[in-house]
């Protein structure tokens, strides 16, 4: 979901800022940087749910003990193809990176590596691990599960998370190939959205507390935020009219492949709280795969063929009105030159909220 | 799409019919049974559009030299996980086959296999061939692309096939998970159902020849078949408002998988015709990949917890009006359970065809 209005902030002092607030709450170095790196990957790419937003639920986690700053990050098993990795209940992103480099070193050596791992807490946007691949001419995979807010088809509680699949591929002179797409219709902050402009939602987006598709936005928000019963529809919508049960499949295929997999939580047996109301640990799992285009055919004919194949779409005729035809990522790399050049953009809450950390951690804001 | 009426036929005759046509067009043994079999797995889990009532298309194929009997397959490139396989022009189902048991191969030796083909055609229902991982403890996924029937997210004509994605799982007590799913919110049956019926179709399934959404038909099957713009919608349906982006990336991810991986045809560059209107070889593209479920977890655990996910999936509250809730698959184990004993159910027009191929080939129909 992109911002089109919010402050400016340049991308350098908004990364150094997050990475010594996460440095204060114990993270070592590296780690915060690649947390930080992450989220201000995420805003560069117009994704704001997952950028800097969210910083200070991950300030949260750490404060509370729900993620681990200095956690004991395992390999459980290994062959030369496949691993699983214990994430030690840290934040996501350090053991997601490094998850994501043994599968391209494990693609190196005999040609695909897939790496799973457990006991992790949200790891950011997708797309920030599959285009890991991308340099070393790889194709990168990367699903992850997350907290319950889809609903499956013919269902009345939300049972799956928006699961996200992200797949990146190389081109030539044209830009990568950068999917990276929940499984539900649309995220939650769609809702937001819409609450806010008070406006009706379309049908398909999400579900009231019986399992009837809705256009109230700020009710279906209610009964998530109550657990009263709903929540946010598959890709497709309700029931199989427009194929929801697709959507509903892709998002159960990653809960398999993020959460079955490697042993990690899974459709409501997730971010799960203690007869007190506590924050367990999330148990977040992710699925990571690379495949070295090699493999199958030279590089320099993969991605000619990456070019012909995006021209062809792009040159393709248009639909009436329509002036332009998109290839996944494309939005999101235009986006990242311009805000790199000029800074993201942030929410007046999200910056009062950094702004307040300065205090709370004696850490300079040189924005 | 399953059929709810038609003629029964038994599934041993039926198949033993269609290996005794292919072999009289030279196709060997091995390969009309796997031909059989996999449009047989079609009819008995009602996805009777990629049954027998395609095997007329395989014949008149063979017989104008479109796909070769005996064709030369070739392994072309390899890696410990990976490889490239030529399909020589033949049928789609004995090299897709070979292939994904290479795939399973290749897995069993370093935990991952992944191979593509090029060169192929039409190899049937994607699941057939995910599927055979299953007796193996591993995850099984196929892909492959198609002939051009999919308009992308603000485009007018169609650029991409509906690009099926399979994935199959095992489980423990229940059974497998099996997604099996075209990447367009419907197949073009479904329009040719509502054409028939005279009814309207719910927007979201198909454009016009100027890309707007469409409830006739009618009036897009006949610019479908004049080439005159439109087509399938991707799963989302048309434009962003519900995601049909997302869709338009699965079919477009899977055609690079499929098609740009090992170099087969891709987007409207495939069943292309030569300048007298003749059929060119279609060059379909398809990408197989086994996980040994092993390779992160042990296989019992791993079982016992799909168990738990699918039993949480379908225990879980139903919606007004809804008694049950699906697993991928689950409807089309109990329709092949049903019609292995009753035989499937064939459409006249189907019925009829093979009846006339009794005379033309000389082979016996003992239904």
């Given at each position: 979901?992109?911002?089109d209005?919010?402050i400016r902030?340049?991308?350098e002092?908004?990364?150094?800022?997050?990475v010594?607030?996460?440095?204060?709450l114990y993270?070592?170095l590296?780690?915060a940087?690649?947390?930080?790196?992450?989220?201000?990957?995420a805003?560069?790419?117009g994704v704001?749910?997952?950028g800097v937003a969210?910083?200070?639920?991950?300030v949260?986690?750490?404060?509370?003990?729900?993620m681990?700053?200095?956690?004991?990050?395992r390999?459980?098993?290994?062959?030369?193809a496949?691993?699983?990795?214990?994430?030690?209940?840290?934040?996501?992103?350090?053991?997601?990176k490094?998850a994501?480099?043994?599968?391209?070193?494990?693609?190196?050596?005999?040609?695909a590596?897939f790496v799973?791992v457990?006991?992790?807490?949200h790891?950011?946007?997708?797309?920030?691990?599959?285009?890991?691949?991308?340099?070393?001419?790889?194709?990168g995979?990367?699903t992850?599960n997350?907290?319950?807010?889809?609903?499956?088809?013919?269902g009345r509680?939300a049972m799956?998370g928006?699961?996200?699949?992200s797949?990146?591929?190389?081109?030539g002179r044209?830009?990568p190939?950068?999917?990276?797409?929940?499984t539900?219709?649309v995220?939650?902050g769609?809702l937001?959205?819409?609450?806010?402009?008070n406006?009706p939602m379309?049908?398909g987006w999400a579900t009231?507390e019986?399992?009837?598709?809705?256009?109230?936005a700020?009710h279906?928000l209610?009964?998530?935020?109550?657990?009263?019963g709903?929540?946010?529809l598959?890709l497709g919508?309700?029931g199989e009219?427009?194929s929801?049960?697709?959507?509903?499949g892709l998002?159960l295929?990653?809960?398999?492949?993020?959460g079955?997999?490697p042993?990690?939580g899974?459709?409501?047996?997730?971010?799960l709280?203690?007869?007190?109301?506590?924050?367990?640990?999330t148990?977040?799992?992710?699925?990571?795969g690379?495949?070295?285009?090699?493999?199958?055919?030279?590089v320099?004919?993969?991605?000619a063929?990456?070019?012909?194949?995006?021209?062809?779409?792009?040159?393709?005729a248009?639909a009436?009105?329509?002036?332009?035809?998109?290839?996944?990522?494309?939005?999101e790399?235009?986006?990242?030159d311009?805000?790199?050049?000029?800074?993201?953009?942030?929410?007046?809450?999200?910056?009062?909220?950094l702004?307040a950390?300065?205090?709370?951690?004696?850490?300079?804001?040189?924005?």
């Amino acid at each position: 979901m992109s911002n089109d209005s919010g402050i400016r902030v340049l991308v350098e002092p908004l990364r150094e800022f997050c990475v010594q607030v996460l440095a204060r709450l114990y993270v070592p170095l590296e780690d915060a940087e690649t947390t930080a790196d992450n989220l201000l990957e995420a805003d560069l790419r117009g994704v704001s749910s997952h950028g800097v937003a969210r910083f200070r639920r991950y300030v949260r986690g750490l404060q509370t003990g729900q993620m681990i700053p200095q956690p004991d990050i395992r390999l459980i098993h290994e062959t030369p193809a496949t691993a699983l990795v214990d994430g030690g209940g840290g934040l996501g992103q350090p053991v997601s990176k490094r998850a994501m480099r043994m599968a391209i070193e494990k693609a190196r050596q005999v040609g695909a590596g897939f790496v799973t791992v457990r006991n992790s807490n949200h790891f950011g946007i997708a797309g920030y691990y599959a285009m890991l691949a991308l340099p070393h001419e790889m194709i990168g995979i990367c699903t992850t599960n997350s907290a319950v807010l889809v609903v499956p088809t013919f269902g009345r509680d939300a049972m799956l998370g928006t699961n996200p699949i992200s797949v990146a591929a190389p081109a030539g002179r044209e830009r990568p190939f950068v999917l990276d797409m929940a499984t539900s219709t649309v995220p939650r902050g769609k809702l937001e959205v819409y609450n806010r402009m008070n406006k009706p939602m379309p049908l398909g987006w999400a579900t009231d507390e019986v399992g009837e598709a809705s256009t109230d936005a700020g009710h279906v928000l209610g009964n998530m935020e109550r657990l009263a019963g709903g929540g946010l529809l598959p890709l497709g919508g309700a029931g199989e009219l427009l194929s929801g049960h697709k959507g509903y499949g892709l998002a159960l295929l990653v809960d398999i492949l993020s959460g079955v997999l490697p042993g990690a939580g899974y459709a409501d047996n997730i971010y799960l709280k203690d007869e007190a109301g506590k924050p367990l640990p999330t148990n977040v799992g992710h699925f990571f795969g690379a495949l070295r285009v090699d493999g199958f055919r030279p590089v320099a004919e993969f991605k000619a063929t990456m070019d012909d194949i995006i021209r062809r779409l792009k040159d393709s005729a248009k639909a009436v009105g329509q002036e332009r035809i998109y290839i996944h990522g494309e939005k999101e790399y235009e986006l990242t030159d311009e805000r790199r050049a000029n800074g993201v953009l942030l929410h007046p809450k999200v910056m009062a909220d950094l702004q307040a950390m300065v205090g709370e951690f004696g850490v300079p804001f040189a924005h």
